[in-house]
Nanobody
């Protein structure tokens, strides 16, 4: 059984920064490409960023490019999302996910394991 636990969410003013973490347990972390998604109230869950097993492939949603950075530390079984220059429209519950395939997908339907989510609120 794979378990994912997000942390690092909170309330921040526009222009501020947060770093989200996703701790993975249960199986070998390096087995999984990983991703971050978010869901705002009344909206569908949307892709934010994804990363390959070896850190070499990183994909970002257009809304995240230039402001967010995805990374992983395979020695700590943890993935991160550094979020800078936050905007009110970034307010959402952020989820991390793990995929049992090879290439890090951008569709939520392709991910096999999910965390419980962490709330990010950006005030204007």
């Amino acid at each position: 059984q794979v378990q994912l636990v997000e942390s690092g969410g909170g309330l921040v003013q526009a222009g501020g920064s947060l770093r989200l973490s996703c701790a993975v347990s249960g199986r070998t972390f390096t087995t999984y490409p990983m991703g971050w998604f978010r869901q705002a109230p009344g909206k569908e869950r949307e892709f934010v960023a994804s990363i390959s097993r070896n850190n070499l492939i990183r994909n970002y949603a257009d809304s995240a490019k230039g402001r967010f950075t995805i990374s992983r530390d395979n020695t700590k079984n943890t993935m991160y999302l550094q979020m800078n220059s936050l905007k009110p429209e970034d307010t959402a519950v952020y989820y991390c996910a793990a995929d049992s395939g090879w290439y890090p997908p951008q569709s939520s339907r392709e991910y096999d394991y999910w965390g419980q989510g962490t709330q990010v609120t950006v005030s204007s």
